[in-house]
């Protein structure tokens, strides 16, 4: 059976890094978890989107927006 939620060393086996990385990717925000006491845990589907890569369209998509509001911040500040 799969579980949905997972304690802190399975977080790290399933994305495959170190105990001190996984730490620092909590404290930078990359990894959502809830601690409760002394134990963390973590939800399968949110580690899961970590491994997926992101999708090309919707990353150029985001690119040519970021370009488009820099153009019309420049537009708006002579």
Same mark, same amino acid.
């Given at each position: ?12 086996? $399933? *994305?495959?890094?170190?105990? &001190? ?6 404290? +930078?925000?990359?990894?959502?978890? /809830? ?14 989107? $970590? *491994?997926?890569?992101?999708? &090309? ?6 690119? +040519?927006?970021?370009?488009?509001? /820099? ?8």
């Amino acid at each position: 059976m799969r579980q949905d939620i997972l304690t802190l060393e399975e977080a790290v086996e $399933l *994305l495959g890094t170190s105990r &001190p990385t996984f730490y620092r990717w909590l404290q +930078e925000g990359k990894v959502r978890g /809830a601690r409760i006491g002394r134990k963390w845990s973590f939800q399968r589907s949110d580690l899961e989107a $970590l *491994l997926d890569p992101p999708d &090309p369209s919707a990353q150029q998509l985001i690119h +040519e927006l970021q370009e488009a509001i /820099a153009h019309y911040e420049r537009l708006g500040n002579p």
